[in-house]
C-alpha cells in the first residue's frame, strides 16, 4: 500500500509540476483515464489520480473502465486514441511486458504506441 501512495505522490507531483505543465495551459478538455476491471487495485489507484488531477488542473478527470484481456483492451483503446494527451492508461506489466511474448500480434506496440509520463527509479 506504500508503494501505491509513493506513486501517486510523484505523478501528481511530475504532472503538476513538470516541465509540460509549465510551459503550457494544458489541460484544455477533460482527461481521460482508461484502466482495469472497478475495485481492482489500478482502478483505485486511478480514481485517487483523477480526483487529484480535477482539483489540480481545474478540469474534469473521468476514469473510464475498459475490462478484458488482462488490460490488454484497454491498452488497445488508448494506443489508437488520439495521441493529444487527454486519454491516459492506467495499466499493468502485464499489458506492456508480458503480453508480447504470449501473443504472435498485438493491436498495439508496448514500445512504440505509449509514452511515458512518470519514470520509476
Known amino acids: 500500500m506504500r508503494a501505491i501512495y509513493a506513486i501517486l505522490a510523484v505523478l501528481s ?3 503538476a509540476s513538470g516541465p509540460a505543465a509549465a510551459k ?14 472497478p475495485g481492482v487495485a ?9 480526483e487529484k488531477f480535477a482539483a489540480t488542473w481545474g478540469r474534469p478527470v473521468a476514469v473510464e473502465n475498459i475490462s478484458g484481456a488482462g488490460g ?5 483503446r488508448v494506443a489508437h486514441a488520439a495521441p493529444d494527451g487527454y486519454t491516459l492508461v492506467m495499466c ?5 511486458t508480458i503480453a508480447p511474448s504470449l501473443h504472435a500480434r ?16
Not at 503550457?24 to 476491471?37: C, D, E, K, S
Not at 499493468?92 to 506492456?96: D, E, H
Request: overall charge neutral.
Open 42 to 50: 489500478p482502478d483505485v489507484v486511478a480514481r485517487l489520480l483523477a
Open 106 to 121: 498485438l493491436s498495439y506496440d508496448p514500445v512504440k504506441d505509449f509514452v511515458p509520463i512518470s519514470r520509476s527509479s
Open 72 to 76: 490488454n483492451l484497454a491498452c488497445d
Open 92 to 96: 499493468g506489466n502485464g499489458s506492456l
Open 24 to 37: 503550457t495551459n494544458w489541460p484544455q478538455q477533460p482527461v481521460r483515464i482508461v484502466g482495469f476491471t
Open 13 to 15: 507531483w511530475c504532472l
